[in-house]
């Protein structure tokens, strides 16, 4: 899917697509994080990038649907807190080198050309000491768990992640359950990669 594409979808939905509340994982890692500059990649309505905010992080948040940064300012507005806002295609965006304490990068479901380019971006983006939280739709999703694509070919697994991110120190990589809203009013898991990786302080 191509912006527009996004642009239609979420269009199509009059409030937001996604919940207002951020990702459980993302809560996880950052949650006891002192704050410090932080980028969210792919931030679509800016649900994680919001709550970030609100914890006191300096947040660039980036999507190249101008609809869905439209919502995200119109969230932030509403919970009284200062996002740096930008509409740009992430596999062509180069962000600021070793500029950040946390890169985000939520749900970005790329060709694995695509993804790695994007995970060696937020890489260098990266300050000595910072971290990298990578969450996404796991491959064994599609048997095993609920929702999210379909294509194979755009999944995520534990292995492929970690293998996009040479010099780091992993910290979590796993295939963890996200329980979610069942049909039946109960609740079902669906299967999410999480990788935490931080970059080595610099020496001396």
Do not use: C, K
């Amino acid at each position: 899917m191509d912006s527009d594409d996004w642009d239609a979808r979420y269009a199509g939905t009059p409030g937001l697509v996604w919940t207002a509340e951020p990702n459980r994982f993302v809560v996880q890692e950052l949650a006891d994080v002192p704050p410090g500059r932080a980028l969210d990649v792919a931030a679509g309505e800016g649900r994680n990038a919001v709550w970030l905010a609100e914890r006191g992080w300096r947040v660039t948040a980036v999507d190249f649907s101008a609809l869905a940064v439209t919502r995200g300012r119109e969230l932030a507005t509403d919970r009284g807190v200062p996002v740096d806002w930008r509409v740009a295609d992430v596999t062509a965006w180069t962000p600021e080198p070793a500029a950040y304490d946390v890169v985000l990068v939520a749900y970005l479901h790329l060709p694995a050309a695509d993804l790695a380019a994007v995970l060696a971006g937020a890489r260098a983006a990266l300050r000595p000491g910072g971290r990298i939280v990578v969450v996404g739709h796991d491959r064994a999703n599609l048997t095993g768990g609920t929702g999210g694509p379909r294509d194979l070919a755009i999944l995520l697994t534990p292995e492929s992640v970690v293998g996009a991110l040479d010099g780091l120190r992993i910290q979590r990589a796993e295939t963890a359950r996200r329980p979610v809203a069942g049909p039946d009013g109960g609740t079902v898991d669906a299967l999410d990669t999480v990788v935490v990786a931080t970059r080595p302080e610099a020496a001396g």
